[in-house]
């Protein structure tokens, strides 16, 4: 059986991105942090709205095309100790697993760090949910970053 899935264009990314900054705002967060691949872009929107040159990345991986591994892999871990207030970019919160794995190693890492977690993307039936978003997710989403450039 096909997965049904849903084309995210460059125009609604554009759209879903200022809704996303506009609702993070008030965070007012001295770090952008990026996880890759799927928030590098997302990251870099918003550091740019907030005018925000402490823009990171952190890499994981959970997942392997559609396949979800049974493993977790969190690294390339920045240095954010200084950091008050860290937001979190991706383009979706799926199972929510692999995002609750980074949060716990961030928050043991710098416990002093306050983190908060901003998507385009999420599912209700996620293990933990972003504090900020803009979609429910209800098919498979090909980003047009994923499936543009081949």
């Not at 997965?3 to 264009?9: A, L, M, P, R, V």
């Not at 591994?69 to 383009?91: E, G, Q, Y």
Request: hydrophobic fraction near 40%; proline fraction near 3%; aromatic fraction near 14%.
């Amino acid at each position: 059986m096909e997965i049904e899935k849903y084309y995210y264009s460059y125009d609604e990314f554009r759209e879903d991105t200022q809704v996303l900054a506009d609702k993070c705002r008030s965070f007012n967060p001295d770090v952008v942090l990026g996880v890759a691949r799927g928030g590098l872009t997302l990251c870099h929107l918003i550091a740019q709205a907030y005018n925000l040159r402490n823009a990171f990345t952190i890499n994981s991986i959970h997942y392997n095309g559609t396949q979800k591994l049974d493993t977790f892999d969190i690294f390339n871990i920045p240095d954010m100790s200084t950091a008050k207030r860290v937001l979190i970019l991706d383009d979706i919160v799926d199972s929510g697993e692999t995002m609750r794995e980074i949060i716990k190693v961030l928050t043991a890492k710098f416990p002093e760090t306050e983190f908060k977690l901003a998507t385009i993307f999420y599912k209700p039936s996620a293990c933990i949910q972003p504090d900020y978003t803009v979609k429910e997710a209800n098919k498979w989403i090909d980003f047009f970053w994923e499936v543009d450039i081949k």
